[in-house]
């Protein structure tokens, strides 16, 4: 579904020395499941994850979406795969626009990607809303006039409009509670089984990696230094994780 061969990214400091900040790392993601992507801080998880989707330019290195290369095509060829593979950042606030409506924002992504006539949208919106646990009503609000967890549903929202085949989760908890974390990883479980979608999860949360991944790497000093090839027990990856 998703390949990623020897990708590095460098970047040029200001005394002119490029240093990579990711290393020649490679992995893959099947069909339908959730690979978690641990790492400390500033161990490049985002960095990644944005070469993955071509919000930044890896240095060298292939990426594959099923089947298809993906690095070496224009931004333009690039666009067809957008709607398919999305990302989910951790801070829903600057995510979401704050001047719009949740139900102007939702809006907006199917008239940009052409997905529906202005009649169905309205019917689809309080589908969505429903489907990631939101009382349509919601819609009326503003991202201010909502919790947290309920802006971290309507970002979930807002990427199944395109029905994608892959999300990257960015640290998508981190500002939740460990009640609504749960929740909101129950229902992206649920979404998956329906929708058959993949995951790519990153986090420094051992246990939640545990709890929800498939499989599991780790990433440290700019590679990956741990691949599972199935699910890890939380004394084991601490362990991997601490080495
Ligand atoms: N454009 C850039 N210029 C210089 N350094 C960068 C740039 N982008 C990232 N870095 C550095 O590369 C490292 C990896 O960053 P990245 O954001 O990928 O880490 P991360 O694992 O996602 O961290 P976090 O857990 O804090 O989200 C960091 O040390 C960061 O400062
Ligand atoms: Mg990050």
Same mark, same amino acid.
Not at 76 to 94: G, V
Not at 116 to 143: H, Q
Not at 173 to 195: A, G, T
Not at 205 to 214: E, R
């Given at each position: 579904?998703?390949?990623?061969?020897?990708?590095?990214?460098?970047?040029?400091?200001?005394?002119?020395?490029?240093?990579?900040?990711?290393?020649?790392?490679?992995?893959?993601?099947?069909?339908?499941?959730?690979?978690?992507?641990?790492?400390?801080?500033?161990?490049?998880?985002?960095?990644?994850?944005?070469?993955?989707?071509?919000?930044?330019?890896?240095?060298?290195?292939?990426?594959?979406?099923?089947?298809?290369?993906? &690095?070496? /095509?224009?931004? @333009? *060829?690039?666009?067809?795969?957008? $709607?398919?593979? =999305?990302?989910?950042?951790?801070? !829903?606030?600057?995510?979401?626009?704050?001047?719009?409506?949740?139900?102007?924002?939702?809006?907006?992504?199917?008239?940009?990607?052409?997905?529906?006539?202005?009649?169905?949208?309205?019917?689809?919106?309080?589908?969505?809303?429903?489907?990631?646990?939101?009382?349509?009503?919601?819609?009326?609000?503003?991202?201010?006039?909502?919790?947290?967890?309920?802006?971290?549903?309507?970002?979930?929202?807002?990427?199944?409009?395109?029905?994608?085949?892959?999300?990257?989760?960015?640290?998508?908890?981190?500002?939740? &509670?460990? /009640?609504?974390? @749960? *929740?909101?990883?129950?229902?992206? $479980?649920?979404? =998956?089984?329906?929708?058959?979608? !993949?995951?790519?999860?990153?986090?420094?949360?051992?246990?939640?990696?545990?709890?929800?991944?498939?499989?599991?790497?780790?990433?440290?000093?700019?590679?990956?230094?741990?691949?599972?090839?199935?699910?890890?027990?939380?004394?084991?990856?601490?362990?991997?994780?601490?080495?």
């Amino acid at each position: 579904m998703v390949e990623v061969k020897k990708l590095t990214k460098e970047i040029k400091y200001s005394t002119g020395i490029f240093l990579p900040i990711i290393n020649d790392i490679s992995f893959s993601i099947d069909k339908k499941e959730t690979v978690g992507l641990l790492g400390k801080i500033g161990s490049g998880k985002s960095t990644i994850a944005l070469c993955m989707l071509r919000l930044i330019e890896p240095t060298s290195g292939e990426i594959y979406f099923e089947g298809e290369r993906v &690095d070496n /095509i224009s931004q @333009r *060829k690039f666009r067809k795969f957008r $709607k398919e593979y =999305q990302i989910i950042f951790q801070d !829903s606030s600057s995510t979401l626009n704050p001047i719009y409506t949740i139900e102007e924002q939702l809006r907006e992504v199917f008239l940009y990607y052409k997905l529906s006539d202005n009649n169905n949208v309205d019917k689809k919106i309080d589908n969505l809303l429903e489907e990631v646990g939101l009382n349509p009503s919601i819609k009326r609000k503003y991202p201010h006039e909502i919790s947290t967890g309920e802006k971290q549903r309507v970002c979930i929202a807002r990427v199944l409009i395109t029905n994608p085949k892959f999300i990257v989760l960015d640290e998508i908890s981190s500002s939740l &509670d460990v /009640i609504n974390e @749960r *929740k909101i990883f129950d229902l992206l $479980k649920d979404i =998956q089984k329906k929708r058959f979608v !993949s995951y790519l999860l990153i986090t420094h949360n051992i246990k939640l990696a545990c709890n929800y991944c498939d499989r599991i790497m780790i990433l440290s000093d700019k590679k990956l230094k741990f691949l599972s090839n199935n699910k890890v027990q939380e004394e084991e990856l601490v362990k991997h994780f601490e080495d």
